[in-house]
């Protein structure tokens, strides 16, 4: 029962811990295996630094500990997902990459208004997928836009 008004999204799904969270997939440019980062002095703590990518300097974010969950401890299995934020690129450090969701609108539902202010930051919707939540973050608040220039 597909409405026509409804429009169909693609979303890239990830693992951060035991929770499970997406990304439009249109902001994606790649999903690679995690490399280690050079740090950045005076960097935020969720700033991990950053990479070479094919000649140009990525950042990487430490999506969990941006989110305010405890902090990655990156190894073999953790992926970095490339994404473009407005003008900017940027390396979102996670556990793992789950899927591709293919979602109307309708489907995804505000967060509760017992969410706390952080998680409205970052949380644009809710998704109640085969007995799983899935949060959609918004990709544009991960680095505001002060580090976006900085970084």
């Known amino acids: ?15 951060i ?7 439009d997939i249109m902001a994606v440019r790649e999903i690679r295996g995690w ?9 935020p703590a969720y700033v991990r630094g950053v990479i070479n990518l094919r ?11 941006r989110l305010g969950l405890p902090p990655s401890e990156p190894s073999q299995r953790h992926v970095i997902i490339v994404a473009q934020v407005g003008k900017q690129v940027l390396g979102l450090l996670v556990d793992a990459v789950s899927d591709i969701l293919t979602v109307g609108d309708a489907v995804i539902q505000p967060p ?15 998704l109640a997928i085969d007995q799983r939540m899935v949060s959609l973050i918004s990709l544009d608040r991960v680095l505001p836009a002060a580090e976006l220039e900085a970084a």
Not at 113 to 124: C, G, I, K, Q
């Open 55 to 65: 000649g140009a300097v990525l950042p990487i974010v430490d999506l969990a500990e």
């Open 1 to 15: 029962m597909h409405d026509a008004t409804s429009a169909e999204r693609e979303l890239i799904s990830f693992r």
């Open 35 to 43: 490399t280690p980062a050079t740090p950045l002095p005076h960097a």
């Open 112 to 126: 509760p208004d017992v969410a706390s202010e952080r998680v409205r930051l970052f949380v644009r919707g809710l």
């Open 17 to 23: 811990g035991a929770q499970e969270f997406c990304v």
